[in-house]
């Protein structure tokens, strides 16, 4: 039965998420390969009351089918959210709840892309979202990433070499892996170029609210009044990730043809899940508790960059975020970081990291890091960082030493 | 920016699940449109207190992001089960959990279906799973449904005709949406025949242990003995559809494919639904719920025979099930089913069933209608199959008096 599977299983076969995560650590390692919040920070108390309060007041309604686009009052939050934070007019019309961000990604590429549709994605850019592309067999084009986001020059060229290019996935608020931030000046004159050249923008902003320094950015969507951009959100990092949702915010047109595919997908969401949610926001502020989480994600983010500051050898670069949970090291061209990592990170330092060529759409850089800042407390970052330069350090000079010789 | 959409979303557009559901019928309405369980049959104070428990017992941990293919406790349960009720051997490698059945149809589909790839179906069939099917542009191949299952002969010379054919479809107990249940004989020579003509077998089992009368028979997957068989199953009719929990069971090369697709199409389940279920299982007995609906809905089946018995003319043919949820009427030839329920059973009688079309790969056949006996009580089976029946004589009437002018 050789050949039977369908083509997307082949090149899916990389399976991108699982080189993600390191190998076994052991009890007092160190993992800053993670993606996740803090999970100390989840009001653990107050979500055990909302799915009691949610079934008490639903009763058994809550346990049948619903509806494709998720529960109406959380919709309603949603849109409501979405006038007051972003200044983007929405309805519950221009709300579906999806299972987390990775499902919205996965229903906008099955919208979109037909075997060979052109889609631009950063260099480097998340994983999971290339993962969610990868299943439609599209064809990448990566642009590079900047201090400020997207290089826009050398994406209108490309946009002028492919007419044919569908779609653009950007996550322009403290990108993973990178950190990155998207100007102003950019975030105007993407849309700008998606009216003129006629394609989608993917706005994806998980770590949007998670801003620890300086002034909050438009959204990209904020600009939009044609309809080119597809704003992609989560509950994933500012509250749990556990529960598995997120939403999309488009035009109407566009949501009906994605809950159509999630029909199809999945039929709907758990409604036990979006009411206990829905509950939880109704009893509490979740705006509140997202200001709560700030300066303990800050502190950590401060913590890394110090000591990144002072033990990190000369030619490593790295980024310095604004918010969100990663920073991104680029060491010298010749250095392997997935063999830096096997061969002397989990090893010996019992640290993790992910090697930066799993987010390159064409996986050919190799000289790069993720760190995660978010999942580690700041003996662990000043322990663990320590102990990543060291090893860099000794490979720098390693290599150094082989090219003299 | 027309035709931007990838192709799946122009053979979609005919939304076969949004077609399913008839219009508004009022406060005195009886739906037997529907394809739910009986929420009144929900045990919800045992499932508020498995969450609960869940929560208590593991805390925030059950908020991070979990594992692709499940909680693994409950992979070791549906395991177990697998080998008491099924015969197959089955651990919890061997198990996926997903997003409810539907979700599973989804994953297979993306697992095995290019474009145009052959799939045979069984006409009529579960309008979801074509849904599903649909969204990967296949090639249907459909076999009628016999009383006693897919018509083999002519499955087989298909399989002559079409050695591309991947994949076929089946719903072996109780089929949604005939209430067919195949034979055991057919069972065995079916997996002979994916052995011999190189398919795989898609059978799917959300009404297996719905079974209200006679004795049960061994899955087609008891019988597999070289991979050929993917067995997928559900909560959503045995204990409430809101938790969106199914699951396959299947050879692990082929799990570990379908966990792929399910990291990159949403990449996990719920962890907290997940524990609560497990918890729910450790705490209560499944079976015993089981078998206390099963008098229930065997009451509701009898009663609907009985009057369909009493009231339907007799050019009006119809399946007699042992089980499931679901009974099939068919028509003569002439009578359009979409045409009467639009025009004469919602207007008027306010009830509502499914024109039988919708649950053909082709849409060729208009003359049938599905019937749903468990979302209803006794009263509401004796008003609305009466009703029902008489709206179908007046057609079936007027239609002759035409004939003759």
Redesign the interface.
């Known amino acids: 039965?050789s050949g039977?599977?369908?083509?997307?299983?082949t090149i899916?076969s990389e399976?991108r998420?699982?080189e993600m995560f390191g190998g076994n650590l052991g009890k007092d390692g160190i993992k800053f390969s993670a993606g996740?919040p803090d999970?100390?920070l989840?009001p653990?108390t107050q979500?055990?009351k909302a799915?009691?309060n949610a079934?008490n007041e639903y009763?058994?309604?809550?346990?049948?089918?619903?509806t494709i686009s998720g529960f109406k009052k959380l919709r309603n939050y949603l849109a409501q959210r979405t006038i007051h934070t972003e200044d983007i007019k929405a309805t519950a019309n221009n709300i579906l709840i999806?299972?987390?961000g990775?499902?919205a990604l996965?229903l906008i590429s099955?919208?979109?892309?037909?075997?060979g549709?052109g889609i631009v994605v950063e260099a480097p850019t998340y994983v999971?979202a290339l993962?969610?592309f990868?299943?439609?067999n599209p064809c990448y084009y990566d642009v590079t990433l900047k201090e400020d986001g997207l290089d826009l020059e050398q994406l209108e060229l490309l946009l002028q070499a492919h007419p044919d290019i569908?779609l653009l996935y950007t996550i322009p608020d403290f990108q993973n892996p990178t950190g990155v931030t998207l100007s102003l000046n950019k975030r105007k004159k993407l849309v700008k170029l998606a009216e003129e050249y006629?394609f989608?923008i993917l706005e994806d902003t998980p770590y949007r609210d998670l801003r620890y320094k300086g002034s909050r950015l438009p959204s990209i969507k904020s600009f939009d009044h044609h309809g080119h951009v597809i704003f992609v959100s989560s509950f994933s990092k500012i509250l749990?990730?556990?529960?598995?949702i997120g939403w999309i915010t488009a035009d109407k047109s566009i949501i009906d043809?994605l809950s159509?595919?999630k029909?199809?997908?999945?039929?709907?969401?758990?409604?036990?899940?979006l009411t206990a949610l829905n509950q939880y926001i109704e009893d509490n502020n979740l705006d509140t508790h997202i200001v709560e989480m700030l300066p303990i994600y800050q502190k950590r983010l401060v913590t890394m960059l110090e000591v990144l500051d002072e033990k990190m050898p000369a030619d490593v670069h790295y980024t310095r975020p604004e918010g969100g949970f990663f920073i991104w090291l680029t060491l010298p061209d010749v250095i392997d970081t997935q063999k830096l990592l096997n061969e002397t990170c989990i090893p010996k330092d019992r640290i993790s990291f992910v090697p930066g060529k799993v987010f390159y759409a064409h996986k050919n850089r190799r000289n790069s890091i993720r760190l995660n800042f978010s999942g580690v407390n700041e003996k662990q970052i000043k322990i663990g960082i320590s102990k990543l330069a060291k090893s860099i350090e000794s490979v720098i000079t390693a290599n150094k030493v082989e090219t003299l010789l």
Chains 1, 2 share one sequence.
């Open positions: 039965m039977i599977f369908a083509d997307r299983t899916n399976n998420l699982a996740n999970p100390e989840f653990v979500i055990k799915f009691n079934i009763g058994n309604q809550i346990f049948e089918y619903q999806t299972q987390g990775q499902q996965d099955k919208l979109f892309l037909n075997n549709d999971g993962s969610a990868e299943q439609y569908k006629d989608f749990m990730p556990g529960l598995r043809q159509k595919l029909a199809s997908s999945d039929l709907e969401t758990s409604g036990i899940l």
